[in-house]
């Protein structure tokens, strides 16, 4: 597992945080459930695809991240925005895919008391402009904050 933070130049952060995060803004957020969808009613989530086998119409917005990541290929690209809870919601351990030798990086767009929580008992706190790399074979899962209106943070499946 790696962490850097401070992952881009504080601009080009600031632009992508503006874009997913403004209030009256005009991003694209889809409504989807964290797990099961007989799962309870509050386990859910906002969404938007970058990459999913090939890009989409806001890729360009997440570029800086690819390109200083530089993957061999990328697998899927998504940003989650999940709402405030009166108290934090862990949701389903899971991988993201099962393939060997794929990284999953975890980039947080938002400072808030939600974490990233892993199999292994290692909790990542989101911390905005930090990215977090792994294996995607190890098991992890996200939450809710209760400090923040929103926990905000960028998904990313490659080969490196």
């Known amino acids: 597992m790696k962490i ?6 504080v601009d080009t952060f600031k632009n992508i945080q503006k874009e997913l995060t403004q209030t009256g803004g005009h991003f694209e957020w889809f409504f989807n459930n964290v797990t099961k969808p007989d799962s309870s009613l509050n386990e859910f989530q906002f969404s938007h695809n970058f990459y999913n086998h090939q890009p989409t119409a806001k890729y360009n917005l997440i570029k800086p991240i690819i390109d200083k990541i ?3 290929s990328l697998v899927r690209v998504k940003a989650n925005l999940i709402t405030r809870t009166h108290k934090i919601k862990e949701f389903t351990l899971h991988r993201d895919y099962e393939y060997n030798n794929l990284t999953t ?8 008391n939600g974490y990233t929580l892993f199999e292994n ?3 990542i706190n989101s ?4 990215l977090v790399e792994f294996d995607s074979k190890l098991k992890h899962t996200g939450t809710s904050c ?3 209106a929103i926990r905000c943070a960028i998904n990313l499946n490659y080969f490196k």
Do not use: H, M, Q, S
């Open 105 to 112: 990086a975890i980039f947080y767009i938002n400072t808030c």
């Open 4 to 9: 850097t933070d401070n992952f881009l130049d």
């Open 146 to 148: 209760t400090d923040e």
């Open 70 to 72: 530089n993957p061999f």
């Open 127 to 130: 911390v905005e402009n930090r």
């Open 121 to 123: 008992g290692k909790k």
